[in-house]
C-alpha cells in the first residue's frame, strides 16, 4: 500500500486517468478476476436485471475505472492536510452532520462503500467527528494498513470481536457514537437477510443489534464524488430501530429501513460503488 501510495503522489492526473482506464478494460475482459465478477453481479442486480451483454460489460468497465480512480485520488492526498481538505466539500450540511452529532448524539453509523469514504472520513475526523470504528476481524496486511490510516484520522478502530462490540455497547450507554459498515457482504449470514434492491442480500446486522440494545437511531454515510472531482458527505436522516426483541423479522426490518438511502445512492450513481465483494452470490447474470 505504501509504494502505491508513493506512486500516486508521483503520476500526474492524466497519465492516472489513461492508466486505470486501460487497466479496467483488461480487468473487465477477464473471466478469472474475482473483483470483476464482483462488478458485473453487483452492476447487474443494480440495474434491476436490465443490463445485459454489452451494456453490462461496459458499466462493469466503468465501475472498475471508478474503483481504481477512487484509489489513485485517496493515495495521492493522503498526509497532505491541506490537500485532503480541498478534495471535500465542506458545505453547509458537512458542518451540519458534525454538529448533529454533538448536539443529538449518540448515533450508530454505517459507512456505505460508495465514492470515497475514507478520504470524507478523515476531513471529518480532523473536524473533531471521533469514535470506535468497528472494522473487520481478524485484519491483514492491507486492511491493517487501512485501520492505521483511520487511526490517524482521530478514529479508535476495533477490529470486530467480543470484546470490541461490549466495548462498543459501553460507549453506546455512555452518550458515545460508533461506526460500522452496511454494505459488505458476510461470509456467514445472519440469521436474517434484509433485501437490497430486490433480492436477499448476507449484509451485516451489526449495527441493528448495537443500535436497538441502546436505544439509539443508525444513520447512514458516504462520500460520493461529484462533476467537479470533489467529494462530497452524503448521509441519511437518523433511522430509529422498532421492536423490542431482535427477531429475525425485526432485524431484517431495521435494516431494510436503514438501507433505503444507500440504495437510492447507489442506484443513482451505480458506477460510484466500491464494492470488490459479490453480494448476491446466488444471483446469476445472463450469459
Keep these: 500500500m505504501r509504494v502505491a501510495v508513493a506512486a500516486a503522489r508521483t503520476i500526474p492526473g492524466p497519465l492516472a486517468t489513461r492508466t486505470v482506464s486501460f487497466a479496467a478494460e483488461r480487468l473487465a475482459r477477464s473471466r478469472t478476476s474475482a473483483l470483476a465478477h464482483a462488478a458485473r453481479v453487483n452492476q447487474y442486480v443494480v440495474s434491476g436485471g436490465t443490463l445485459t451483454g454489452e451494456a453490462l460489460e461496459a458499466a462493469v468497465r466503468?465501475?472498475?475505472r471508478q474503483m481504481a480512480l477512487f484509489l489513485y485520488e485517496f493515495y495521492r492526498v493522503l498526509g497532505d492536510a491541506a490537500a485532503e481538505d480541498a478534495a471535500v466539500v465542506r458545505d453547509d450540511a458537512f458542518h451540519a452532520f458534525i454538529e448533529r452529532e454533538r448536539t443529538q448524539g449518540p448515533f450508530v453509523y454505517v459507512g456505505v462503500h460508495h465514492?470515497?469514504?475514507?478520504?470524507?472520513?478523515r476531513v471529518l475526523g480532523r473536524a473533531g467527528w471521533h469514535m470506535?470504528?468497528?472494522?473487520?476481524?481478524?485484519?491483514?496486511?492491507?486492511?491493517?494498513?487501512?485501520?492505521?490510516?483511520r487511526e490517524e484520522a482521530g478514529f479508535e478502530v476495533a477490529p470486530i470481536s467480543v470484546a470490541s462490540l461490549k466495548e462498543a455497547a459501553r460507549r453506546l450507554q455512555a452518550?458515545?457514537?460508533?461506526?460500522?459498515?452496511?454494505?459488505?457482504?458476510?461470509?456467514e449470514p445472519d440469521k436474517a437477510e434484509p433485501n437490497f434492491f430486490g433480492h436477499p442480500a448476507p449484509l451485516p446486522l451489526l449495527h441493528v443489534r448495537l443500535a436497538m440494545r441502546a436505544g439509539?437511531?443508525?444513520?447512514?454515510?458516504?462520500?460520493?464524488?461529484?462533476?467537479?472531482?470533489?467529494?462530497?458527505?452524503?448521509?441519511?436522516?437518523?433511522?430509529?430501530?422498532?421492536?423490542?426483541?431482535?427477531?429475525s423479522d425485526v432485524l431484517r426490518a431495521n435494516a431494510?429501513?436503514?438501507?433505503?438511502?444507500?440504495?437510492?445512492?447507489?442506484?443513482?450513481?451505480?458506477?460510484?460503488?466500491?464494492?470488490?465483494?459479490?453480494?448476491?452470490?446466488?444471483?446469476?447474470?445472463?450469459?
Excluded at 470506535?132 to 490510516?149: A, I, M
Excluded at 452518550?175 to 461470509?187: E, F, H
Design 62 to 64: 466503468e465501475n472498475l
Design 115 to 121: 465514492g470515497n469514504f475514507d478520504l470524507v472520513g
Design 132 to 149: 470506535q470504528t468497528l472494522s473487520v476481524p481478524d485484519p491483514s496486511g492491507s486492511y491493517q494498513w487501512q485501520n492505521e490510516v
Design 175 to 187: 452518550g458515545r457514537s460508533v461506526l460500522t459498515g452496511a454494505d459488505r457482504p458476510m461470509p
Design 216 to 247: 439509539v437511531p443508525v444513520v447512514a454515510m458516504t462520500g460520493r464524488r461529484t462533476p467537479e472531482g470533489l467529494y462530497r458527505l452524503v448521509s441519511s436522516e437518523p433511522v430509529p430501530m422498532i421492536g423490542g426483541r431482535p427477531t
Design 256 to 287: 431494510e429501513a436503514v438501507l433505503v438511502e444507500p440504495e437510492r445512492w447507489i442506484a443513482e450513481t451505480p458506477e460510484q460503488w466500491s464494492m470488490p465483494h459479490v453480494v448476491w452470490p446466488g444471483v446469476h447474470v445472463p450469459g
